[in-house]
């Protein structure tokens, strides 16, 4: 059984993801292609960080280096598993690709650099991300909850929905405000 600290520490990791992935997706629709390093520095460390905590809970499921990985978490594997699934509208095979494309670029392109692969031909698409962490975020809440934790919220992607209107408004601003900066540096 995982004990509070190790449910806490998941539960910040899982959010992470998902604010990483609100903030990204806020950035982008703000402007998609934007012109100065800055912003495209901001969007790829946004998707690298996404990527690097999304797989402390789903990449490798070391026992004693990757406490916070599901199947180190909750004891029920099966039903975790099925039940993952079926949030993510995945079945196994595609998982597995899923997973394989996050853990390769997390292992060619943040975790490590890969010479003989550095050119990213696609990025991790985040969506199964956030609905997989929304999913291993349902499970945390139950268990803090029996445990008598109840200052966070009941479920996160409502937190998420929030949490990205108020960044689609801060983006907004904030890239609207870079609009007239020339990029000076190559």
């Known amino acids: 059984m995982a004990t509070n600290e190790q ?19 806020a950035l982008a629709e703000a402007d998609s292609d934007p012109s100065l390093n800055f912003w495209r520095v901001v969007h790829g460390n946004l998707l690298d960080v996404a990527v690097l905590d999304w797989c402390k809970l789903f990449g490798s499921d070391d026992e004693d280096r990757q406490l916070l990985h599901w199947k180190n978490v909750f004891g029920d594997e099966d039903a975790f598993r099925a039940g993952l699934f079926a949030h993510v509208q995945l079945d196994q095979d595609a998982w597995r690709d899923y997973w394989q494309k996050m853990k390769s670029y997390r292992d060619q392109h943040v975790a490590h650099l890969d010479f003989n692969r550095r050119d990213v031909s696609h990025y991790p698409d985040l969506g199964p991300a956030l609905a997989s962490v929304c999913y ?16 966070f919220p009941d479920d996160l992607s409502r937190y998420y929905e929030a949490f990205l209107a108020q960044a689609d408004e801060i983006a907004k601003a904030v890239t609207a405000g870079t609009r007239g900066f020339a990029e000076r540096v190559g």
């Open 7 to 25: 449910l806490t520490a998941a539960l910040n990791v899982v959010v992470n993801v998902a604010r990483c992935i609100a903030l990204k997706r």
């Open 136 to 151: 291993y975020y349902s499970r945390l809440i139950v268990e803090l909850r029996a445990m008598g934790d109840a200052r």
